[in-house]
């Protein structure tokens, strides 16, 4: 899905099958379509509770969730999340990220502010094995749907089976 700021959100799964006990890979990018470089704000527009591990994004401007079952832009309200990644301690230390600077028709970018880095690439991968509970579980059989967004508000719906 392209933003109005000439993002596009990409993502992807490794497989839309998988067995009781096996992993799927999720990969994600944010692509510049604009053939200028494109300076675009830090958003808050989160379309969904997102996340990339255990303490959220980071400095990655996108994320994915899980939902049991089939569910659509129109149903996802109804949906909970699964909690898929384990607790763990999270760093105190959070960036104050203000936007990204994106060169043209490419997934690289720096990070702003930025103190001279190189841009380097807004992508990323979660694997997809278990519930977080009480306890670590494997994904049951059953239909599941992952929601990708992104902080301007790019949604995008994958789905994979368990069986």
């Known amino acids: 899905m392209t933003s109005s700021q000439g993002l596009e959100l990409i993502a992807a799964t490794n497989a839309t099958e998988i067995q009781v006990g096996g992993a799927l890979r999720v990969d994600l990018k944010e692509f510049n379509t ?3 470089i494109n300076n675009v704000t ?3 527009h ?3 509770q997102v996340s990339l591990g255990a303490c959220g994004t980071y400095v990655q401007p996108f994320g ?3 939902y049991s079952g089939h569910l659509d832009e129109q149903s996802i309200a109804q949906g909970q999340p699964l909690r898929i990644f384990p607790l763990v301690p999270c760093p105190l230390f959070i960036r104050l990220v203000t936007g990204y600077l994106f060169q043209p028709h490419s997934d690289l970018a720096v990070v702003l502010p930025s103190f001279g880095a190189s841009p380097s690439p807004l992508t990323g991968s979660v694997n997809v094995s278990m519930i977080y509970t009480p ?3 494997q994904l049951p059989p059953g239909a599941y749907t992952i929601v990708a967004a992104d902080e301007w508000g790019a949604q995008a719906f994958l789905y994979f089976t368990v069986h």
């Open 135 to 137: 306890s670590a579980q």
């Open 46 to 48: 989160w379309p969904v």
């Open 42 to 44: 830090a958003s808050g």
């Open 64 to 66: 994915i969730a899980v």
């Open 34 to 36: 604009l053939a200028a």
